[in-house]
C-alpha cells in the first residue's frame, strides 16, 4: 500500500512538473511572438508617411493600452512628433494627419510628464519653437498649438 501511494505521489509530480514546464514554454514563446511584432512595428517608422501611418495603426491597436511596453513607445512617439513639427520637409495630408494621430496616444498615456519627463518636455519645447516661428515641418494654426501645450501642461480639464 505504501508502495502504491509512493507511486502514485511521485506519479502526480512528474504531471506538475510538465504542466508547469508546458506553462512556462507557452508564456516564453507568447512573449518572444509579442517582442518580435513589438520590433516590426518600431521597423514602420523607418520610412515614409504611409509606413509611419501603419506603425502608428500598430501601436494605437497592439501597445498604446498595454503600460509594459510604454517605455519604447513613448521615446518613440514623441521623437516623431518632434520630427513631424520641426523638420520634415514631407508637407503632405498623411503627415498632417499622423501628427494629430501622434499626439492623441502621447496624451493618452497615464502620468505622462511625471514617468516619461524627457519626452513630454521634448514634445512641449517643440510646439514651443513651432509656436514661436520655427518653418520646417507641419504648418499646424496656433490654436492647435496652444491646445496641445495646454493639454501637455496639464491644464486642460
Request: avoid cysteine; charge should be positive; charged fraction near 20%.
Amino acid at each position: 500500500m505504501k508502495l502504491q501511494i509512493a507511486q502514485i505521489i511521485l506519479a502526480s509530480g512528474g504531471w506538475v512538473v510538465a504542466i508547469v514546464t508546458l506553462i512556462l514554454g507557452y508564456r516564453e514563446r507568447r512573449q518572444s511572438r509579442e517582442e518580435e511584432r513589438l520590433a516590426q512595428t518600431l521597423d514602420y517608422f523607418g520610412g515614409g508617411s504611409q509606413r509611419r501611418s501603419i506603425g502608428i495603426a500598430l501601436i494605437e491597436g497592439l501597445w498604446a493600452n498595454n503600460s509594459r511596453h510604454h517605455d519604447v513607445i513613448v521615446p518613440l512617439v514623441a521623437n516623431q512628433i518632434v520630427y513631424l513639427l520641426l523638420s520634415t520637409e514631407s508637407l503632405d495630408a498623411h503627415n498632417e494627419r499622423n501628427l494629430v494621430r501622434l499626439f492623441m496616444i502621447l496624451k493618452s498615456i497615464p502620468k505622462l510628464r511625471e514617468r516619461y519627463n524627457l519626452a513630454w518636455g521634448d514634445v512641449a519645447n517643440a510646439i514651443y519653437e513651432k509656436q514661436h516661428g520655427a518653418q520646417k515641418g507641419i504648418k499646424l494654426s496656433s490654436g492647435t498649438l496652444n491646445v496641445w501645450m495646454t493639454t501637455l501642461s496639464g491644464n486642460d480639464s
